[in-house]
């Protein structure tokens, strides 16, 4: 079993940045073998794919309206994934999940295993 803890949320103005981080856990989570992606969700929307890395780090893919302001990373020693997010605009607003996939990189929720609680990412204009 794997636990994933997101930190890192808040509220920020139109144009400023957050970072978000998700640490994973687990006595027999291995981490590495894993993709892990970004979701969120805004209230009364479905939850949708932000970004996602495999599982050496090697290779990211995004959702249309975040690339070139997002960044995802990850440290497989730390068992860290972080988003790295600029340029926020009020239709960033939304919880944003992590999550890990052990048998592919994929953009669907349905794809993916685990998922943390989520954490809060409000941008007022």
């Known amino acids: 079993q794997g636990q994933l803890r997101e930190s890192g949320g808040g509220s920020v103005q139109e144009g400023g940045s957050l970072r978000l981080s998700c640490a994973a856990s687990?006595?027999?989570?291995?981490?590495?073998?894993?993709?892990m992606a970004w979701f969120r969700q805004a209230p009364g929307k479905e939850r949708e794919f932000v970004a996602g890395i495999n599982r050496g780090g090697s290779r990211s893919y995004y959702e249309d309206s975040v690339k070139g302001r997002f960044t995802i990373s990850r440290d497989n020693a730390k068992n860290t994934v972080a988003l790295q997010m600029n340029s926020l605009k009020p239709e960033d607003t939304a919880v944003y999940y992590c999550?890990?996939?052990?048998?592919?990189?994929?953009?669907?929720?349905?794809?993916?295993?685990?998922w943390g609680q989520g954490t809060q990412v409000t941008v007022s204009s």
């Open positions: 687990g006595r027999t989570f291995t981490f590495s073998s894993h993709a």
């Open positions: 999550a890990a996939d052990l048998y592919g990189s994929g953009y669907k929720t349905s794809e993916y295993e685990y």
